[in-house]
């Protein structure tokens, strides 16, 4: 197994302290799949981190325990943060596909969340227009999700993330059915977004190049079972450009990280 690199993040670069942890989480579905197996993890306020792993390796199983859609066999998820603790408002989930309602405007769509919450569309406005001026969709308000590219169905899913304003944003694959100039285009408007708004944001990712990219902290894991195997700081400044992806500092991270994949890999009986 690969030795652990612990990232060590300070609190001169803007990284605070845990805003959640996960403490020996260990997840058995009933048909006996053991997903997870003693996962510790603190993630800190500030954090873009990345949950990176081969397919089965627990990444989904981990952002829905903390989300509570799943709740673990064994261990905890605790919120260190007084303010923290699981508020809708405070977390928010954007999944592969943009499940928007096709019946719905763009603004409708955005509007969603607020609305559960009892808010009017009047109240709602200026929080929804600023949403979708964040993700650069607000001249595209009154149009339905048919009439988008795959691309501005994706940021509409994130503008309807960003209007409760979370401060822990968990995104499960997002970009992972866009093609590969959208995604880039996707991966720097998060960027912005997540410098401009300083979430903390958990990123389960298959691509090696896309978690360097995009995080300050990797974590690897391996499957069968689901476990933490390297824990990797991405030492690279923010903002991060086309510069930063075509340089010899991103090749050797994206190297680091595919030999610690590797041996991820290699380290269960991954098929
Ligand atoms: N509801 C369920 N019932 C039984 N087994 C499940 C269930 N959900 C997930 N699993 C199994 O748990 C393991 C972990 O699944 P999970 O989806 O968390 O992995 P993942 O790393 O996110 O995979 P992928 O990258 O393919 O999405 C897999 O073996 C999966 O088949």
């Known amino acids: 197994m690969t030795a652990m690199v612990q990232a060590d993040m300070q609190t001169d670069t803007g990284i605070g302290q845990p805003i959640v942890s996960l403490k020996g989480i260990s997840k058995t579905f009933s048909n006996g799949t053991v997903a997870l197996n003693n996962l510790s993890l603190d993630i800190r306020q500030g954090e873009f981190v990345s949950l990176l792993g081969p397919s089965g390796c627990g990444k989904s199983t ?11 066999s064994s261990g905890r998820v605790e919120w260190p943060m007084e303010e923290s603790r699981q508020k809708d408002h405070e977390l928010s989930f954007v999944f592969q596909e943009p499940t928007l309602m096709p019946w719905a405007t763009v603004f409708g ?3 969603l969340p607020l609305r559960l919450k009892g808010v009017s569309k009047k109240a709602a406005y200026d929080e929804v227009m600023e949403a979708l001026k964040g993700v650069g969709l607000d001249q595209f308000a009154d149009s339905y999700p048919r009439e988008l590219s795959g691309g501005m169905k994706m940021r509409v899913s994130i503008a309807r993330a960003l209007v409760t304003k979370p401060k822990l944003l968990l995104m499960d694959e997002p970009f992972a059915a866009l093609d ?17 708004f300083g979430w903390t944001v958990i990123f389960v990712t298959h691509s090696v190049f896309e978690s360097v990219y995009l995080s300050n902290r990797i974590v690897v894991m391996a ?5 933490v195997v390297n824990d990797m700081a991405i030492d690279a400044p923010y903002p991060r450009d086309e510069d930063f992806r075509t340089s010899s500092v991103y090749s050797g991270f994206c190297r680091n990280v595919s030999e610690a994949l590797h041996e991820a890999m290699n380290s269960g009986d991954h098929l």
Do not use: H, M, Q, Y
């Open 62 to 72: 981990a952002l829905r325990i903390i989300t509570s859609l799943t709740s673990p």
């Open 109 to 111: 769509n955005v509007w």
């Open 180 to 196: 590969e100039i959208t995604r880039f285009k996707l991966n720097n408007d998060l960027l912005r977004l997540w410098e401009t």
């Open 223 to 227: 499957a069968r079972p689901g476990r």
